[in-house]
């Protein structure tokens, strides 16, 4: 199928599917609106899945369908333009899934991954603790083995979306005397079990998507562990390739629909008359051309996948990018963006506003980016 | 054409398709003459001389590997290469900030080869004759304004006459022929040939801030000149596009050989008992300048596939990439020269070759602000 046949495909079906039965979902969810339409957005997961549109170029035997490297990014490209809804399972394919197809075991993969597939499993990511953020390795929640289990003791912190997830992929700590990278373990964890306490935390958007994640005595079995235990750096460290990947190449479409949001604003009231701000919006606009020909070349030379490297320049572009046009969307709106609706309820520019401050900081924030650009592409010493 | 439109452009299916082996073979030959023949310490006593070039090292590159016909069609004599030939001798030359006619001859070549039919007794001549060429288009007052450009032209088919003057022209030192721009008695714009020789040229070159780079005025008293693009197209538009691509490409490759020239000095400079380079203020300013660099570098490979496949957007991508590459090439070098501490402020050292290479880049052309005001323009901003 060429890509365009490809294009027209997917195009196709997302109209029907959002004209149809979720035209109530369009526009609902993703950064800063995860609180919007949940069960609506877990049907949608389901409805995606039973399409075939989860798992692009994974094995069919796991529910995926071959698919470029190229088609991916035209279905992430479709999926923004088409204003689908955030996705709920984005963690559960774009983190997990990679994830498990590269260390996990066959039963693992057997087991899980036509879960995710289908849009039936939603997962969340147990890294952050409260002492452990960017510096991960001071990860230090246990896990003790007992038979067939793990144990599992201790806290985590920022989990986006585990208040609404089936499953979690924990960092912790397997072997007691260890330090820094050593000794720690990557489990697959239920969430719905006792031993587990999920405190949602309120962000400065007034909304919550993150959580404190409180495990006293919650169990995972051994079997469930991915990686050799002991060996869960490796594994977390893979995880974090895929966090910054394919997915992150496809949203200048999404990004260019927010600019022109923008600028078809400060049209419509004047601030486009203001010269410094008309000179931010040229800028925002260069700036996301500049992203979008980095992405195409990216894509040209990534072959079966990006490195690390080239995932943490368009990590540090995109998260830097969007932070600057969120200020504009305020600053384009004047005073007038003051004013919210009641219970704090933001609108589009609000919402984009205060929350592109995460972009910055989570994934990795820009000055870990900027160690690893250094350190890794430029090779100056640590 | 505008590009902020309600149906944004995908990234996905426009990739550009693996480059010839031909271009891969021309470049590494190139890097092999380059190398051995044009340091920066050659650069840095060419451009206090009485030339500002290497007659020498063009003679080399021109008759003897044959570079200005590279991309010059096969019927008319030339090699028939796709343009990225060309651009990649553009790149090797702006990393090494090699002084010269070279670039700005291949930028006037690649412009006439997209000129069309019009252009290609004017193609022919310059493979049959080693033809080096520049482009002549800012004046006094009006700069790179195409639509304010006065110097006239008058006369018919063949026989032209042209009268004006020609400020900051690049590369005229070893022209055989100038690309000028000028406005016939109709109004209309068109691109014209002239000998630099001719008794009715009279050409003063300067001194210039950026000595890599010498400039020219070119007065032109009906001057003796031929007409090459065709009449009512948008040839002086083809040219500056094609100027604007050149310096695009020559500051992306420099701004990456000045980024990676500073990183290495930060990896043996010791203070503190550590090397500087291990201090994360100055990792962090490399790794920004590191995305810029590939920021530049995308916008300017981009810019070369518009220009291989004849797109329509080659003039806001011309823009574009001259804006975004320059921009950083100015960039890095000004954090080259502060990286290097008292070394980097000396005239012996290079990082200010690049700095003067980053301004003149930067203004030639157009000026940033001009060229964004040009590319907000053509986004239909
Ligand atoms: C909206 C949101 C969602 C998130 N979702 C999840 C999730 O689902 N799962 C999960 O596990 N985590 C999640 N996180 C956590 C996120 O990964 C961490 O916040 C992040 O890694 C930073 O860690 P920290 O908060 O402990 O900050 P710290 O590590 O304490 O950093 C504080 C500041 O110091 C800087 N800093 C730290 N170390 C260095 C250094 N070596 N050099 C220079 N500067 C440094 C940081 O850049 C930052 O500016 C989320 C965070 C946010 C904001």
Redesign the interface.
């Known amino acids: 199928m060429s890509?365009?046949q490809f294009?027209a495909e997917i195009r196709g079906w997302l109209h029907e599917a959002l004209s149809g039965p979720f035209a109530g979902a369009v526009g609902t969810g993703g950064e800063g609106r995860e609180h919007e339409a949940h069960e609506l957005r877990r049907e949608w997961e389901r409805h995606l899945g039973r399409a075939g549109w989860i798992g692009l170029g994974w094995p069919s035997e796991y529910g995926g369908r071959p698919a470029t490297l190229?088609?991916q990014?035209?279905y992430h490209?479709e999926y923004a333009?088409a204003a689908a809804p955030g996705r709920l399972g984005h963690m559960s394919e774009q983190l997990l899934g990679p994830t498990l197809l590269a260390f996990g075991t066959p039963e693992q993969k057997a087991r899980f991954l036509p879960g995710i597939t289908s849009g039936e499993d939603i997962w969340c990511q147990g890294y952050s603790e409260p002492d452990a953020g960017s510096d991960l390795a001071g990860v230090r929640t246990r896990a003790e083995r007992r038979g067939d289990s793990y144990v599992i003791t201790g806290q985590k912190v920022w989990t986006s979306l585990a208040h609404l997830a089936d499953w979690c992929f924990v960092l912790c700590r397997t072997d007691p005397g260890s330090t820094r990278h050593a000794g720690l373990s990557y489990l697959l964890v239920p969430m719905h079990q006792p031993g587990i306490t999920v405190r949602p935390i309120t962000q400065l958007t007034g909304t919550s998507e993150f959580n404190e994640v409180f495990f006293d005595g919650a169990v995972a079995a051994v079997e469930h562990r991915v990686g050799a235990e002991g060996e869960g750096w490796k594994v977390a460290m893979g995880t974090l390739g895929f966090e910054r990947g394919v997915s992150t190449?496809?949203q200048?479409?999404g990004f260019?629909?927010r600019?022109?949001a923008v600028?078809a604003r400060a049209h419509e009231n004047g601030a486009w008359q203001e010269p410094a701000l008309?000179?931010r919006?040229?800028e925002a606009?260069?700036g996301l051309?500049?992203?979008?020909?980095?992405?195409?070349?990216l894509?040209?030379s990534a072959g079966a996948g990006l490195s690390g490297l080239e995932a943490s320049?368009s990590k540090?572009?995109w998260a830097t990018w969007n932070r600057s046009l969120g200020e504009l969307a305020v600053d384009v709106e004047g005073a007038g963006a003051l004013l919210t609706g009641p219970g704090y309820e933001l609108d589009d520019a609000q919402t984009h506003f205060l929350f592109s401050r995460a972009n910055t900081i989570y994934g990795g924030s820009n000055?870990i980016?900027?160690?690893i650009?250094?350190?890794r592409?430029?090779?100056?010493?640590? | 054409m505008t590009h902020a439109s309600a149906d944004p452009q995908p990234v996905a299916g426009t990739l550009r398709p693996e480059a010839a082996e031909e271009v891969a073979q021309i470049r590494a030959s190139i890097v092999e003459v380059l190398d051995e023949q044009a340091d920066l310490r050659r650069t840095h006593e060419l451009m206090v001389g009485a030339q500002g070039h290497d007659p020498r090292l063009h003679e080399l590159l021109t008759a003897e590997l044959g570079l200005l016909g590279l991309v010059v069609p096969e019927h008319l004599g030339g090699l028939g290469l796709d343009v990225s030939a060309a651009t990649a001798v553009i790149e090797e030359l702006g990393a090494r900030l090699v002084p010269g006619a070279l670039a700005t001859s291949l930028a006037a070549v690649l412009a006439a080869r997209a000129l069309g039919p019009s252009a290609e007794p004017l193609l022919a001549r310059v493979v049959d004759e080693q033809l080096t060429l520049a482009s002549a288009l800012a004046e006094d007052g009006a700069g790179w304004d195409l639509e304010r450009t006065a110097t006239r032209a008058t006369g018919t088919g063949d026989e032209w006459a042209l009268t004006g003057t020609k400020t900051l022209v690049a590369g005229v030192e070893a022209a055989r022929v100038v690309l000028v721009t000028a406005r016939d008695a109709g109004g209309g714009l068109g691109v014209y040939a002239v000998d630099p020789t001719d008794a009715g040229v009279d050409v003063r070159t300067h001194m210039t801030l950026d000595q890599t780079r010498r400039l020219s005025t070119v007065h032109l008293r009906e001057a003796a000149a031929t007409r090459v693009d065709a009449p009512g197209g948008e040839g002086p538009r083809v040219l500056l596009d094609h100027v604007r691509a050149m310096l695009a490409l020559e500051s992306a490759a420099a701004a990456r050989a000045c980024l990676d020239r500073t990183v290495e000095y930060l990896k043996v400079r010791e203070q503190f008992g550590r090397p500087i380079g291990s201090f994360q203020a100055l990792k962090h300013r490399c790794a920004d300048l590191a995305v810029a660099v590939a920021g530049a570098r995308a916008t300017a490979d981009h810019l070369v596939t518009t220009l291989r496949t004849g797109s329509a957007t080659r003039s806001h991508d011309a823009a574009l990439a001259k804006l975004v590459c320059t921009d950083t090439l100015m960039a890095v070098a000004a954090e080259a020269i502060q990286l290097h501490g008292g070394i980097g402020f000396t005239f012996e050292h290079d990082a200010h070759l690049f700095f003067k290479r980053g301004k003149s880049a930067q203004l030639l052309a157009g000026s940033p602000a001009t060229v964004r005001a040009e590319v907000a323009a053509l986004a239909g901003l």
């Open positions: 890509d365009e294009r190229a088609q990014v035209i490209e333009r190449l496809g200048q479409i260019r629909r600019l022109d600028i008309r000179d919006l040229v606009y260069i051309e500049v992203m979008r020909h980095s992405a195409v070349r894509l040209a320049i540090l572009q000055e980016q900027r160690n650009i250094a350190e592409l430029l090779g100056l010493p640590r």
